[in-house]
């Protein structure tokens, strides 16, 4: 017993001790500033930045805390009696601190050792710690923080009144999920107003800030409700609620309108970019002056180069065309061999990701539908099979003079599928094919010259032969018609004539970040790249042949005005193509988009602009391509799901013309409707100069003469690709082989 007294009598000296102790360099400075009156009348919350589009709407904010502040006079009175009621019952009389309940956890702290035995804080206190945060000071941590508050409790007495502390730490106090302050929860779980609270919704907001996430509504309702009647417990028992009243709220059931699932923005996926590159921008304007600006705290104004009109008919297109191939798209994978293999894919899914242990645990999820999205509990596995049929989709449009974004759609939700399409790096197709043959006219090809449309077998690769979507072969077609109808063995043998290096060359130059890989099929589309860099290297056809690099913001100014940074588009270009080779392959990717695989833009969809491009589809419709571009506009999409085997089975629905091409189609109609958007994006693109004028004067096909099908006889089909030496040489065949094909 003499012990124990004494281990008490030392532990309440030292709780005496302590404070004064460290009360005097808290105090002087050498843990950090000290805000003094001036400071705390100059307190403002963090203020987000605004991100504009080129015409100066907001389309997004970039914050540290998600608040929106409200006054005294919008707070309920009962919502400010459980505050007090059940945070700090004396707070009208004390002067910040209250030291009966400050030496009780100063007590537990020494004496248990009972770091959060919370309790001691004031209102005034905690509003001390929201506002300024707490310091790291090593093992005196606790004391150095609670002395430091304990003095900026006392200034913030003698600088605001009552209401106003109340109303600064109602609009600072964290209510989890990254929301702060009561008028931004009350919206996230109740769906309305702060003054529209009821008694038993402000009671249980109230009993969250003892521990946010585990007072949760949503995530633990049980736990919410519990703590809401010990906060209505409180009220009745400091007469701010009579007896029979708290009884009657407390058996009421927690009812919640839960709004976490925002609606999307009009460019979420944009504003990442746009966070991103901020950042970038701001380090180097600080390395260069010494300024520093954080886009999160100070109120920046972000001026980007997005046009609002081309993103909304980009995200009405994907809305409109992709919810009816989604429909497709799942309904064939509703039968025992189709879900065969998606529960394949998903047990192979749930290895990689070590989930195995997991795949029934049930989490509440928000589930993607082109109709409405909702939340709903699903297991691991059921979830990872959901995921699989849904179409993912992106679509990018750039001014290709100065790489300005005009459009930028990522994904088909922001909220449930985050990971941005437009850098996802997938098979290409045919949309590759313009870059073969921009190599070859780099070489000096003419587009009126013919390729060998003859079937050709390579040894050495399981005898694997190149084949035309239509199956057919025979004759000759010219680059230009090879390229307009995409076929298959004509640009494999302009890829033997051409040549890997010089194609290598010209794709390291236009900015693909993937190296290719030499092999025979290279030629049809089986490189990966982005929807990015497709449109970086289909933008130097558009401008001459130049490379251009994508940019995003047009200026960064602070609130008062003063100008952090202005983009100067279009200073240095960088040559990547002869003029000659864009001029003509402008030429030839128009008449891709007249009379090619691009036709059905005017001829079903009623686009008229002049254009040129490309469809690509990758193998077994994995994934579907389209690129458009013309002076003023490059505009890219892709469509596909996230697993190359999960795809569509027939052309009908899963080629680039029916299954990418719709949403730039869709989107360019608008376009043209629009006067402001059509003048700002539709251009001609200019005559071909007069030494080049009939450069596609010829026809695209042209049969085989009696003579060319003799000679035909002795030439070698037989190929030995030889990949050290990136040649392909053809090897001689028996005249009986070649005579009967066999």
């Known amino acids: 017993m003499k012990k124990r007294r004494k281990i008490i009598i030392a532990a309440i000296l030292v709780t005496i001790a302590l404070p004064g102790l460290f009360s005097v360099p808290v105090y002087g400075g050498p843990f950090g500033h000290l805000p003094g009156r001036k400071d705390l009348l100059a307190y403002k919350n963090a203020t987000a930045s605004k991100v504009l589009s080129a015409e100066g709407e907001l389309i997004g904010k970039f914050y540290s805390e998600n608040r929106t502040n409200v006054s005294y006079g919008q707070i309920p009175l009962y919502l400010i009696n459980a505050l007090v009621a059940t945070e700090d019952a004396r707070f009208f009389e004390h002067k910040g601190v209250d030291l009966r309940s400050l030496a009780r956890v100063l007590f537990k702290t020494i004496l248990f050792n009972k770091r959060s035995s919370g309790g001691g804080s004031t209102i005034t206190q905690q509003l001390a710690k929201n506002m300024y945060g707490r310091k790291n000071t090593g093992v005196f941590a606790i004391f150095v923080n609670k002395i430091r508050e304990i003095i900026l409790a006392y200034r913030l007495e003698k600088t605001f009144s009552k209401e106003e502390i109340l109303t600064l730490y109602l609009n600072t106090v964290s209510f989890g999920e990254n929301i702060f302050g009561i008028e931004t929860a009350a919206l996230r779980y109740f769906n309305k107003k702060t003054e ?20 949760n509504p949503v995530l633990h309702p049980g736990n919410a409700r519990n703590r809401r009647n010990i906060v209505l417990g409180q009220m009745e028992r400091y007469n701010y609620l009579k007896q029979p009243e708290a009884d009657s709220i407390c058996k009421l059931p927690l009812i919640l309108d839960y709004k976490n699932v925002e609606s999307s923005g009009i460019a979420d996926y944009f504003l990442v970019q746009i966070k991103n590159e901020t950042k970038k921008i701001l380090q180097n304007v600080s390395s260069a002056t010494g300024k520093t600006w954080n886009p999160e705290v100070d109120g920046l104004i972000i001026t980007t180069t997005l046009n609002l009109p081309l993103q909304t008919y980009a995200n009405r297109s994907f809305h409109d065309h992709l919810s009816v191939m989604q429909k497709r ?30 795949a029934d645990e049930i989490n509440l999820r928000t589930i993607f539908d082109w109709n409405g999205s909702y939340a709903d509990s699903i297991s691991v596995r059921d979830s990872i099979k959901q995921s699989l049929t849904l179409l993912h989709a992106g679509l990018l449009a750039m001014d290709p003079q100065t790489g300005a974004i005009r459009a930028w759609v990522g994904g088909i939700d922001f909220n449930t599928q985050q990971y941005d399409q437009i850098f996802a790096r997938r098979q290409l197709g045919s949309v590759f094919k313009p870059v073969l043959f921009a190599a070859a006219l780099e070489e000096g090809m003419e587009p009126c010259q013919y390729l060998d449309n003859d079937s050709v077998v390579l040894s050495g690769f399981e005898d694997w032969t190149p084949e035309n979507f239509d199956r057919t072969n025979g004759g000759k077609y010219s ?69 251009i690099t994508p940019q995003s913001i047009v200026s960064i100014t602070t609130s008062e005005g003063e100008i952090i940074y202005q983009n100067n588009f279009g200073e240095v270009r ?11 392959m402008n030429a030839m990717l128009q008449k891709a988009i007249r009379e090619g695989t691009g036709a059905s833009l005017k001829s079903l969809f ?63 109609k608008k376009v043209e409707s629009d006067p402001e958007t059509r003048g700002q994006f539709i251009a001609p693109f200019p005559n071909l100069p007069p030494e080049l004028a009939g450069a596609l004067d010829c026809p695209d096909f042209k049969e085989d003469s009696f003579f060319d099908k003799f000679l035909d006889i002795f030439k070698k089909k037989e190929i030995v690709f030889n990949k050290d030496s990136a040649k392909a040489e053809r090897k001689k065949r028996s005249f009986f082989r070649k005579l009967f094909k066999r």
């Open 574 to 584: 960088t040559r990547v193509l002869a003029e000659r080779s864009s001029l003509l």
């Open 479 to 547: 680059l230009a018609g090879a390229l307009a109808q995409s076929m298959n063995i004509p640009t494999f043998n302009l890829f033997m004539k051409t040549g890997f290096d010089k194609l290598d060359s010209l794709w390291t130059k236009m900015g693909f970040s993937f190296p290719l890989n030499n092999t025979p099929s290279l030629a049809l589309g089986t490189a990966e790249a982005s929807i990015k860099e497709i449109a970086v290297a289909y933008s130097s056809f558009a401008n001459g042949g130049y490379i």
């Open 606 to 668: 009623g686009v008229t602009s002049p254009l040129a491009g490309k469809t690509g589809t990758s193998q077994n419709y994995a994934d579907a391509w389209f690129a458009a571009y013309n002076p003023k506009l490059t505009i890219v999409a892709r469509v596909g799901a996230s697993s190359p085997g999960i795809h569509f089975i027939s052309g009908s629905n899963g080629t680039g013309s029916t299954l990418a091409l719709p949403l730039v189609a869709l989107t360019l």
């Open 329 to 358: 798209l799942s309904e064939q994978y509703q039968n025992p061999s189709g879900e065969k293999l998606i529960a394949g894919i998903t047990e192979n899914r749930l290895k990689e990701r070590n989930l195995t242990g997991r």
């Open 196 to 215: 529209q609270l009821r008694i038993e919704e402000s009671a249980v907001l109230i009993g969250m800030l003892k521990a946010p996430s585990h007072y």
